[in-house]
């Protein structure tokens, strides 16, 4: 599943006007005064201690969430790829994989499978997307707002301000307690995971290292194919071994080019006015190496340049320029260059050590043929003379 543009980067912060994406936020006004006695309170705040009308109101709102309209499908474009990335994501979510890692390159799409993967899921699974995240504390206490244990108001921003990070855990940890007695469980999707501080990783692993208070926990991390290094490095190991699910999500096939730029065009309001030729389509997809992000930007540009050109259809010429100035052609000469200078490098580097090789280990043979041949040489100098 394709959504049409991934050119602005976009927040996953979840927020009052999809409560899809912030399941609890409808509970902040009757949770967050008991959620803030948990910082005043030396005990664990459990789902016992809330009172059984406040529950009521949970899986009452849980049920008008599930009965929400989902979003139209018709903005949305059905890839075979997507499709399987997106079908292994529910089916390892819905099992309760402590962790699961989606990378691809950036602009194939993982941030629309991270929103379909949400509109996919049983409606007991809350799901929190942080947005950028600099340090530990803030993912906690982002989390906390997400989940409803919080209010966002100025007055639990102040109690926050002087938390600290054990009263913060203790709180998180209530929280997951009462998601045991409800029969549900509390997803987290990080997007740009690759990007994110290493103390922030290290954060995500200790919430979810307790498989005890925490098993109710759900950690999904998206990213780009660094992110995956990255996770085998120091510190970062200990949440590796626990991905249960690796998912690389790949680009269009070659015959879903024509139909995604098709799709697109209509998306964006232009089909019935621009028409794309087959070299327009042949070059769309050759330039953009079947990543629909950059799909995107080509589409709407070229489109762009033949309307300023009144041309009456987009030609492959037209999708050249339009590459170029996108600054897309211009990456992938570079990257070919530095391709074949570093194939170059690595041809006359074997070449050497194969001579060099070679040369030891025929030096014996080698050295008789020199001194016969030196001895030859001096006798014929001999006889000239």
């Avoid at 709180?171 to 549900?184: E, I, K, M, N, P």
């Avoid at 070449?351 to 001096?378: C, E, K, M, N």
Wanted: hydrophobic share 40%.
């Amino acid at each position: 599943m394709i959504e049409p543009s991934l050119d602005k980067p976009t927040s996953s912060r979840p927020s009052a006007d999809n409560p899809r994406s912030a399941n609890l936020s409808a509970l902040d006004h009757d949770l967050h005064d008991e959620a803030l006695d948990v910082f005043a309170s030396p005990q664990p705040h459990t789902v016992e201690s809330l009172s059984s009308d406040v529950l009521a109101e949970v899986a009452a709102a849980w049920d008008a969430f599930a009965a929400d309209d989902r979003p139209p499908q018709n903005s949305v474009f059905h890839s075979a790829e997507h499709a399987r990335a997106l079908n292994e994501l529910v089916t390892s979510v819905a099992r309760g994989d402590a962790v699961v890692v989606l990378t691809g390159e950036r602009g194939v799409g993982k941030t629309t499978v991270c929103r379909a993967l949400v509109e996919h899921l049983d409606r007991r699974i809350l799901v929190s997307c942080p947005g950028p995240t600099t340090s530990a504390d803030y993912l906690l206490k982002t989390l906390l707002v997400d989940f409803g244990v919080i209010s966002n108001h100025e007055t639990a921003r102040r109690r926050l301000g002087s938390t600290s990070r054990e009263d913060l855990l203790r709180a998180f940890d209530s929280f997951l307690a009462s998601l045991t007695v409800l029969r549900a469980s509390a997803l987290v999707i990080v997007d740009d995971a690759h990007a994110l501080p290493t103390e922030v990783l290290i954060e995500l692993c200790t919430l979810c290292q307790n498989p005890t208070d925490r098993r109710q926990l759900q950690i999904m991390l998206a990213g780009e194919p660094s992110l995956t290094d990255l996770l085998r490095k120091g510190k970062l190991r200990s949440l590796d071994d626990r991905v249960a699910v690796r998912v690389e999500l790949g680009p269009l096939a070659p015959n879903e080019g024509p139909e995604y730029v098709a799709h697109r065009l209509v998306v964006t309001g232009k089909g019935a006015r621009v028409q794309v030729d087959d070299d327009a389509l042949r070059e769309m997809f050759v330039y953009s190496d079947g990543l629909p992000g950059v799909l995107n930007q080509l589409c709407d540009r070229a489109a762009a340049m033949g309307a300023q050109l009144k041309a009456g259809r987009v030609d492959g010429q037209i999708v050249v320029h339009a590459a170029h100035a996108l600054g897309i052609g211009r990456q992938r000469h570079a990257s070919s260059w530095r391709d074949r200078t570093l194939i170059t490098t690595l041809l006359i580097l074997m070449l050497v050590a194969g001579a060099v090789g070679a040369g030891w280990v025929f030096r014996h043979p080698l050295s008789r043929a020199v001194t016969q041949w030196l001895d030859a040489y001096r006798s014929t100098s001999s006889t000239t003379r």
